[in-house]
């Protein structure tokens, strides 16, 4: 009876509709990988995504970086996209930032590092809510640093 009682409970929970467990939308995905999190039909939110703002690149010493703030659609939620255009010796280290504008003031970064990181290399952000003002900041750098990301630094996009 326990064997048959356990199966049946297996087969019934397959049932229940995969789709929505675990969904976010909005300030439920706050701190999530818009590559792994699925919106309420089971979509990655990275897969509803389009380019909101950016998509502009900025040239230095280090290297270009292009700058994205992404949108999810389905997942209603935001993040920062940093990708590597042009490199050289000096590009090492790349970054992302996003932040909500109006209090609290959610904020993630992000950053990889190379030597030198190669072009087409790329890093984002975890999301934010979708459904308040959002900035994304990036950077490129040759030297790394201890502490919060610091928009004010000179890798800022």
Known sequence: ??????????????????????????TSCRGLDPAVERDSQGRLCSTTAY???GGYTKSGTNGTVKNELRYSTGCASNWS??????????TKWLYAKVWEKPSPGWNYYYYIGGNPLPVGSYC??????????????????STSWSGPYNPSHQYEG
Do not use: E, H
């Not at 326990?2 to 976010?24: H, K, N, R, W, Y």
């Not at 996209?81 to 000096?90: G, K, L």
């Open 124 to 141: 984002y952000t975890k999301m934010v809510s979708g459904t308040v003002a959002t900035v994304s900041f990036v950077g490129i750098s």
């Open 51 to 53: 380019t909101v703002y």
């Open 81 to 90: 996209r940093a990708s590597v255009t042009a490199n050289n010796s000096n």
């Open 1 to 26: 009876v326990f064997i048959l009682l356990a199966i049946s409970l297996l087969g019934f929970g397959a049932l229940i509709p995969q789709d929505t467990v675990g969904a976010c939308y909005g």
